[in-house]
Structure formats: C-alpha cells, structure tokens
C-alpha cells in the first residue's frame, strides 16, 4: 500500500472526508476522523480526535474487528506535514456508521443520504 498516491476530497454533508486510492487492492480508504466528525456533526477537531481515541480504545477491549480493519496512511494535514492517520475502508465505514456501542458512546449512524454518497465511486484523483 506504500505506492497510494491519488488523493480524493469528497464532501459528505458540506464536510470534507479525505479518501486515499489503494491501486494493490483497488479501493478508497477513507480518514476516520473525517468519518468521525460527519457522523457526530463535529467541528472541533480535537474533540472528534479524542471521541476517536476513546471509541477506539473502547472497541480494542471488545476486540471488535471493526478496529483491526482500520489501517495507517499518511495524509497531508493543513501544514503540508504528512502524518499517519487512521482509515477505514468503504465496509469498515459503513460497520462504524451503523455500530451500536456500549458504555456510554453515542450510537453512530449513517443516514440513507450518506451511504448512497459513499456507494457512489470517488473518480480517480491524480
């Protein structure tokens, strides 16, 4: 997966999700933290970092495959840094999107409008 180079911005709910093209298995990997932020209507950055780190950690002790799917790409960040950044695949995102949680973590679902976005292919991105 090191040869990832077409990089994709969609907009789901007038909000960017960044999506990175896997040409070895041809497919989209998509940022979590933009999933993230879509589903719970977040803005703040930080705060949709942290719900991340928790839900992640909450699933980890659940031993949900959810997070053994999710993978680390680097993705170029507003100061032209690249960093490593959790991604989700087209079916990990819908998992997620439709996953009932426990202890306390809002449910997260994804509305029919955002599903048929992500149904749709992302064009090749050079």
């Given at each position: 997966m090191k040869d990832l180079q077409k990089l994709s911005i969609r907009f789901f709910d007038d909000r960017e999700v960044r999506a990175l093209w896997d040409e070895a298995n041809a497919k989209w990997w998509f940022s979590v933290l933009d999933i993230i932020a879509v589903l719970t209507n977040q803005d703040d950055y930080w705060k949709t970092r942290n719900y991340w780190k928790?839900?992640?950690?909450?699933?980890?002790?659940?031993?949900?495959?959810?997070?053994?799917?999710?993978?680390?790409?680097?993705?170029?960040?507003?100061?032209?840094?690249?960093?490593?950044?959790?991604?989700?695949?087209?079916?990990?995102?819908?998992?997620?999107?439709?996953?009932?949680?426990?202890?306390?973590?809002?449910?997260?679902?994804?509305?029919?409008?955002?599903?048929?976005?992500?149904?749709?292919?992302?064009?090749?991105?050079?």
């Open positions: 928790y839900l992640k950690a909450k699933l980890k002790k659940e031993r949900s495959q959810l997070v053994s799917t999710t993978t680390q790409l680097k993705l170029t960040v507003a100061d032209g840094k690249k960093y490593k950044s959790d991604m989700l695949d087209y079916e990990g995102i819908i998992a997620l999107g439709n996953s009932n949680f426990k202890s306390g973590i809002p449910v997260l679902s994804l509305s029919k409008h955002q599903i048929s976005n992500l149904e749709h292919r992302i064009p090749n991105v050079e």
